[in-house]
């Protein structure tokens, strides 16, 4: 298990989808061009208004990536990230 410091949070970015709705395969998925993610976890520093599962908006070129067991990940400090989607 990951544990950010300080004042940073871990996202994990979502993997495009392969096909459609109405179940057509794409031969290529399209990379996501929205900057959305679900928090993994948290800084001990960080607000009270992030939480665990919670969806967020973070600025596009922000953090560092990495992959583990075939996910992306991101740590980003919390000033990074601009909304949380309710």
């Known amino acids: ?3 950010p410091l300080n004042k940073n949070v871990i996202l994990k970015k ?3 989808e392969s ?7 794409l031969v290529k998925p399209q990379e ?3 900057n959305q993610a679900k928090v993994v976890a948290i800084g001990p520093q960080c607000d009270d208004m992030l939480s665990v599962g919670a969806t ?3 600025k596009e070129y922000s953090g560092t990536k990495f992959n583990q ?4 990940f991101m740590i980003l400090d919390q000033d990074d990230i601009l909304a949380i989607i309710e």
Do not use: R, W
Request: overall charge negative; cysteine-free; hydrophobic content about 45%.
């Open 19 to 25: 096909t459609t709705a109405s179940g057509i395969v």
């Open 32 to 34: 996501s061009a929205s």
């Open 56 to 58: 967020v908006i973070f």
């Open 14 to 16: 979502e993997k495009a």
């Open 1 to 3: 298990m990951l544990k």
């Open 69 to 72: 067991d075939d996910d992306e």
